[in-house]
């Protein structure tokens, strides 16, 4: 055989100008799209504006009907984007009432109690589900999410039936453990995923380096998991602060909080729009502030965690 037909045959070499024809096509190509693009982009970012307005429209509405008299707010001819005679008459109609600032306390309280009470009893047992393995373990913790998807009117009235019976119906501690039920699997959940996110060798090198439990738990672990309770806590707030059928049929006028006062705010007169809505710009108030303050906890958390 040959030795010329044991060569593989090359395929000649493309003109140089080939090359530069490509790259000027492409570069064309890419020149072409580029306001098909911007355009795109302008699309969705005015699609986006749009739905980001229309979702702060009624918040708008509440706070410009909160500066008006209810006259001018039951005027048809007055329902305009700005207020024509601003007032502040309905923001001291409540700061200045009993009332409602005892409502807005009473609110506080149990929300509070509600909040510590579940972190404080969702850190162990979710360092239990996340670092030790037992029998029922999955079942257990499926049980506490069923609790969680149960509405609140199933519990009503066995609930109103136990604390009556053991004397703490009509108090702030009657609806920060009834709001636990539904606040602590929820907590436990997230802290499971947090937790289970950090390696357990952790564990095992601080034991074998001679440091104690609660030494490794308070030191090394805890500062680990603050996005986590950052998260944990913000959801509890939110249910406990915002929930309005167990907070009502919990309490009475001693207790009431802030949720079920704003339901008496038709009189015999109709409604007092003006200061139902000074309160409900009054009630956004906490939740907006616990968001500031603990905001990159809320930001590692959804970006670290399960939610």
């Known amino acids: 055989m040959n030795a010329s037909s044991d060569r593989i045959a090359l395929p000649a070499p493309a003109p140089a100008h080939t090359g530069m024809t490509s790259r000027l096509v492409r570069v064309t190509h890419r020149a072409a799209r580029a ?4 355009l795109g982009r302008g699309k969705r970012l005015l699609v986006l504006w749009g739905f980001f307005l229309f979702l702060l429209l009624p918040l708008y509405w509440m706070v410009n009907c909160s500066l008006k008299t209810n006259t001018e707010i039951q005027d048809s001819g007055s329902r305009g984007l700005v207020p024509h005679d601003i007032t502040l008459a309905n923001y001291a109609a409540i700061l200045g009432s009993g009332d409602w600032l ?3 306390f009473n609110s506080f309280l149990y929300v509070g ?9 969702a850190v162990p ?3 239990a589900f996340s670092r030790w393995r037992f029998r029922g373990d999955k079942h257990l913790f499926f049980w506490l999410l069923t609790n969680r998807m149960a509405p609140g009117a199933v519990f009503m009235t066995p609930m109103i039936a136990l604390y009556s019976s053991i ?5 702030h501690w009657a609806v920060a453990l009834a709001h636990c039920l539904f606040n602590l699997p929820l907590a436990i959940w997230i802290l499971e995923g947090f937790m289970s996110g950090i390696p357990k060798e952790l564990d095992e090198t601080a034991f074998i380096d001679g440091m104690g439990f609660g030494r490794f738990f308070r030191k090394v672990f805890l500062p680990l998991i603050k996005p986590g309770i950052g ?4 959801f509890c707030f939110l249910f406990s602060w915002t929930e309005l059928l167990l907070a009502k049929s919990l309490t009475e006028e001693a207790t009431m909080p802030i949720v079920v006062k704003l339901t008496t705010c038709c009189g015999a007169e109709g409604w007092d729009w003006g200061v139902f ?3 409900g710009v009054l009630t956004m108030i906490p939740g907006m502030l616990m968001v500031f303050f603990i905001r990159n906890y ?9 939610v």
């Open 102 to 104: 005892g409502s807005f």
């Open 167 to 171: 004397g703490i119906y009509d108090t």
């Open 113 to 121: 109690l509600n909040v510590a009470l579940c972190v404080i009893a």
């Open 231 to 234: 998260v944990a806590a913000f």
């Open 125 to 127: 047992a979710a360092y």
């Open 298 to 306: 809320i930001a590692k958390g959804f970006a670290m965690g399960r």
């Open 35 to 38: 306001p098909l693009i911007a």
């Open 277 to 279: 809505t000074a309160a």
